[in-house]
């Protein structure tokens, strides 16, 4: 936009008028993030003021976060919210508001444990004692009790660390390098496909069925060159399969003659909430797996924890590199977790949500079948529906009031169309689950 036709659309040339009439358009997307703006002399020439009170106008803007300058480089317009968010994050992130929001993939909070409880009483026992210091141990005590006696195999080390994605972030960090082939489920989740950009590592897709992950693609990906393996054992999103007992020994199969090369990397999202067996191949290559257990979708995205198990090589590692960033997850935090994971009520909180997400499945499943759409019931909280065409299925559902997230984002090759859509199910409340069905289904077939 020229100097002067910008200036032709302000009516008030006071700063607070020039600043207002440049933020309309930027709301309205007349001007676009990186969209470069008028020097302060062009545009207090086309409006006939001085330099002073465009300048004004520019410092207001610049305090609104809406531009940014840059010196003899000139002012832009500041990318939103949205821009920090990495490709896949975003693509997720770009659809309107809804009634019925079902693309979040968080968990129900009115089905999280209550922390409030735990908060005072870990209050109450930290009151008086010294604090931590920089080199204690970075897990508590009472907290690796806990994660050890639940955990799916023996692990010669355990950590904890700021939720999955970090989690596999760090492990990534220590087990492969830059050009690395690793091999992903496809479709898979979108921060780990984004994550695995940003580390220079090239995604090698792994088809799922109804029992996981399929063993002949997994072994293609490995003759391919994967020297790392990530897969999601329980509640996998977006599909909500689960790998089954079966299913995991064919897999170890496959690495098994390998297991001195290749690296396998568990992310059990879902944890607690996931109604399936606890499945790891760390039951058959224990030498080879590490295993990531989140807390958030049981516990509560704010706790923002989740556990690290495996060979000591890749956790030792993992420590001492988090000794020179973050050096260890808040203590607080974990004596809360621990605190969730033996009170009673807290523990039925998250057995509670588990039947909960598990009905919720199958309620929408039925109402969807009674609609002429027959899918099996996943795991966990997301349902992934097929659909003729995602644009237009996307478009419909709008239409009707419910927002669920597009396909594209979760596959490994971002240039085709998936024909699914990914369903919240566990925040559907049973009131709209025959209205949602109603909108799914036409939406498919639209």
């Not at 020039?18 to 933020?23: C, H, K, L």
């Not at 009170?53 to 480089?73: D, E, F, M, N, Y």
């Not at 030498?287 to 030792?316: M, T």
Request: charged fraction near 20%; charge should be neutral.
């Amino acid at each position: 936009m020229s100097p002067q036709e910008l200036a032709d659309l302000v009516a008030d040339r006071s700063p607070r008028g020039i600043a207002a009439t440049i933020a309309r358009l930027v709301h309205a997307g007349d001007l676009l993030p990186g969209d470069r703006l008028p020097t302060v002399r062009e545009l207090a020439g086309a409006l006939g003021v001085s330099p002073a009170t465009v300048g004004s106008a520019w410092q207001t803007l610049a305090s609104a976060g809406l531009v940014i300058s840059r010196g003899r480089a000139g002012t832009s317009v500041l990318p939103g919210p949205a821009g920090r968010l990495p490709p896949r994050y975003r693509d997720l992130a770009d659809a309107p508001a809804a009634r019925l929001d079902l693309a979040a993939g968080s968990p129900d909070p009115e089905l999280l444990p209550d922390l409030a409880p735990a908060l005072s009483r870990v209050a109450s026992r930290r009151h008086g004692r010294p604090a931590s210091g920089y080199l204690d141990d970075p897990v508590v005590p009472e907290l690796e009790r806990l994660l050890r006696s639940s955990w799916p195999f023996l692990p010669q080390r355990l950590t904890v660390v700021d939720g999955a994605v970090d989690a596999l972030s760090r492990v990534l960090e220590q087990v492969s390098g830059f050009g690395d082939r690793v091999a992903v489920e496809d479709p898979g989740f979108p921060p780990v496909l984004d994550l695995l950009d940003h580390l220079g590592l090239e995604r090698l897709p792994v088809p799922l069925d109804t029992h996981g992950p399929r063993p002949e693609a997994l072994e293609s990906a490995v003759a391919a060159g994967a020297r790392v393996v990530i897969l999601q054992p329980r509640a996998q999103n977006p599909t909500g399969v689960s790998t089954t007992p079966t299913r995991a020994r064919e897999l170890a199969a496959v690495l098994r003659p390998v297991a001195g090369q290749v690296w396998v990397v568990e992310d059990d999202h879902s944890g607690e909430i996931a109604s399936s067996r606890d499945v790891s191949l760390g039951q058959l290559l224990p030498d080879r797996v590490v295993h990531v257990r989140s807390y958030s979708k049981s516990h509560g995205p704010d706790l923002r924890i989740a556990a690290v198990g495996g060979p000591a090589v890749v956790l030792d590692g993992l420590v001492a590199r988090r000794m020179l960033g973050p050096g260890w997850t808040s203590r607080l935090l974990q004596h809360v977790l621990a605190d969730l994971l033996t009170d009673a009520p807290a523990v039925e909180a998250v057995a509670h949500a588990r039947r909960v997400y598990h009905g919720r499945q199958r309620a929408l499943c039925a109402a969807l079948a009674r609609h002429g759409l027959a899918l099996a019931p996943g795991d966990g909280i997301n349902l992934w529906v097929p659909v003729r065409d995602e644009q237009t299925a996307l478009v419909k559902l709008e239409a009707a009031g419910v927002r669920v997230a597009r396909g594209r984002p979760f596959v490994v090759d971002p240039t085709r169309s998936p024909g699914f859509v990914r369903v919240t199910v566990g925040v559907l409340r049973a009131e709209d689950v025959e209205h949602v069905a109603a909108a799914l289904a036409q939406a498919a077939r639209a």
